[in-house]
């Protein structure tokens, strides 16, 4: 064999294996970005919708996921989680008499379990984004309930929206409660379609504006 056709053996088979590597990049580009997707699914359009940028999204989830690996989460136990509930059970009774308050004692819960659970809650887009990589769906609900709340602030919420942000706080509680056994299953859902998506005693809220 001539030294030439040795040459292009070697040219030939050097850019097959670039071409196999590329491919091989390629397809695990493919899978991360489905994975992010589906494990972000909604999180990961809200961030594609801000930025415009695939690759930026997923970098920016990817260093989330990293991050959460090196909290120290822990599950509550059942004394805990008694409490907590207890509380819950007393701001939503709270909301009939008085649901800006209701919506305040609401957000604090949410920050107290947070810290209870092991998150760090400082910073507010923090807490979200760390949030978020178990929670995707429900973080929706949390982000929109604290801008009722800081709405509600300037008086500039009204009773259904502050309804509303109820009904979302009490879905990450749930789901923060739940532990790991609660990662954006469908508590808050099912918790509506029983009581009618009701947080807080819509008809004796309704019964005290009447008599009022």
Request: aromatic share 6%.
């Amino acid at each position: 064999m001539s030294s030439t056709t040795v040459i292009v053996v070697i040219v030939v088979v050097v850019i097959a294996l670039l071409a196999l590597a590329a491919f091989a990049w390629s397809m695990s580009g493919r899978r991360k970005s489905r994975r992010l997707k589906e494990r972000f699914g909604p999180e990961y359009d809200r961030h594609l919708s801000e930025t415009n940028d695939p690759a930026e999204t997923e970098r920016v989830l990817a260093e989330r996921e990293k991050r959460h690996r090196g909290l120290k989460l822990r599950d509550l136990d059942d004394r805990e989680r008694e409490t907590f509930e207890r509380r819950w059970t007393q701001v939503q009774a709270e909301f009939v008499d008085d649901p800006d308050r209701a919506v305040e004692h609401a957000d604090a819960l949410v920050g107290e379990v947070m810290s209870a659970r092991g998150y760090p809650v400082d910073d507010f887009e923090q807490r979200a984004a760390d949030v978020s990589v178990d929670h995707p769906v429900v973080v929706q609900r949390y982000r929109e309930a604290r801008r009722i709340a800081q709405a509600n602030r300037e008086h500039r919420a009204d009773t259904e929206e502050l309804r509303g942000a109820v009904t979302s706080y009490r879905e990450l509680v749930q789901a923060l409660l739940g532990g790991d056994q609660g990662r954006d299953g469908h508590q808050g859902a099912q918790h509506d379609a029983r009581h009618g998506g009701d947080p807080a005693g819509r008809n004796d809220t309704r019964r005290k504006e009447t008599s009022a």
